[in-house]
């Protein structure tokens, strides 16, 4: 981490090794998306494009997911992943708390027609004398980045439309210049076509679950803007929710065996690992 000026701050690790020698990874948006719909794909799992939820019932002893064209999907279990906007959310929790601008927006890139100026894996964070600034070169020999401007009213999606590509790359120079950085040869290596965004953050809501609906991810708990954790907690949220699931169902399996034999099970179904200390932290309550 570094100050504008070329100032070191400090330096530190993205993460600890897993007692099996497993190290943390950083992978594009694209690539990880691309490999999950594989996968999903892979198993028979149905994937329906261009559905908005518009809300959830119950029906019976399922939940139902109502969407915006009238159709819906019937479940035994909803999983509302659907972000810091969730609308999964507000069903769980009425009175949850609202999203907050934070008095940010972000975009970032891709360059493979940049010279990487540090080992792959190695984040620089720049903050320099107007703006955010971040870059880490990737083993396949690009490089990404991405940039944090103030702004302080909270832009729309038009709002941010109305400036050109071409514009608001002269803008990020401009605001970045001066600083001890490669932003300003990225910035140029990138073809201009961003995605800006507004940066929020969001208190937890008090209720993580409701019914056979369950929140997991930014929809639960939004990480700090930038930080770049809201996808690795979503993981983690999955992974303990599938060995919830796992649980219950063992137990289920238990109490059927128990009244089908006649006796009193002699032992108990282990089914839970102890998760690791930032995932303990965050153990939805109840």
């Known amino acids: 981490m570094w100050l504008g000026n ?32 594989q996968e999903a794909l892979r ?38 992943a659907d972000g810091i906007g969730s609308t999964t959310r507000h069903f769980v929790d009425p009175h949850a708390p609202q ?20 080992d792959p894996g190695v984040m ?35 709002d941010l439309a109305a400036t050109s590509g071409a514009q608001w790359q002269q803008r990020l120079l401009q605001v970045l210049a001066g ?15 961003y995605t800006w965004f507004p940066m929020h953050d969001m208190d937890a809501p008090k209720r993580w679950h409701r019914g056979r609906a369950v929140l997991i991810g930014d929809a639960a708990h939004v990480s700090s803007p930038s930080s770049g954790q809201g996808a690795s907690m979503a993981f983690e949220d999955a992974v303990q929710l599938a060995r919830s699931a796992v649980c219950e169902t063992e137990m289920i399996r238990l109490r059927r065996s128990t009244r089908t034999n006649g006796c009193a099970p002699t032992g108990s ?17 109840a």
């Open 6 to 37: 070329g100032r070191c701050l400090g330096e530190g690790h993205t993460g600890t090794p897993l007692p099996d020698g497993t190290l943390p990874i950083v992978i594009g948006r694209y690539d990880l998306y691309a490999a999950l719909r």
């Open 43 to 80: 198993r028979g799992v149905p994937i329906h494009h261009g559905k908005r939820l518009a809300h959830i019932g119950q029906r019976g002893d399922r939940v139902a997911a109502v969407f915006s064209d009238g159709t819906e999907a019937v479940g035994d279990l909803l999983i509302g």
């Open 99 to 118: 999203p907050r601008y934070v008095g940010l927006v972000g975009t970032g890139g891709i360059t493979r027609m940049a010279t990487p100026q540090s």
């Open 124 to 158: 620089n964070m720049v903050f320099g004398r107007r703006a955010f600034f971040a870059s880490m070169a990737s083993p396949d020999g690009s490089v990404w980045w991405f940039a944090n401007l103030p702004r302080a009213d909270e832009p729309t999606a038009a």
């Open 179 to 193: 600083d001890r950085s490669p932003a300003a040869q990225l910035i140029r290596a990138t073809p201009p076509d």
């Open 269 to 285: 179904a282990r089914c839970w690992r102890e998760p690791s200390r930032s995932t303990a932290a965050r153990r939805p309550p």
